[in-house]
């Protein structure tokens, strides 16, 4: 098993698209939304926005969607963890460890107070989560502005 983390750039939207799609739907849990390589790849030329994918075995096998954020309360910086996603059939062989520790480098770096994210209640990845950090002291709200997407 070959396991290597990358940053995505615009060159990859062929090769990010059908797992942003993928994602979609699994948290839609139906139709993905309108995910296609124009909306991939104005995603990947977000000046705020970081991909880094997982390369297993020469296939994308997961990707994080990740920002670089002010952190008032530390007057320092944060990571956000938007999104992570890993396929199915590369699940349990490190995928997503290997992103979020590769993320969490890359805010070390970059001298974050923290990385963060948000996960649905009752997802599957919650033991490797409470493995590779430790929970927020805080809980999560939404305003939805569009009733019409929810998950």
Known sequence: M????VR???ADVPW??????????ALMHGPAAAIDEAYVGRLLRDRVVEIAGAELDGELAGF????DLPEAISARRAGQLDDLYVRPSARGR????AL??????AGAARDWVHLRWMVP??????PLYERVAEPAP??????????SVAW
């Open 2 to 5: 070959t396991l290597r983390i």
């Open 8 to 10: 995505l750039g615009e």
């Open 16 to 25: 990010l698209t059908p797992l942003v799609a993928e994602y979609s739907a």
């Open 64 to 67: 994080g969607l990740y920002y």
């Open 94 to 97: 490190g995928v997503a460890a």
């Open 100 to 105: 979020i520790a590769h993320i969490a480098a």
């Open 121 to 126: 209640e009752g997802s599957a990845a919650i």
């Open 138 to 147: 805080w809980r999560n709200f939404v305003v939805r502005i569009d009733r």
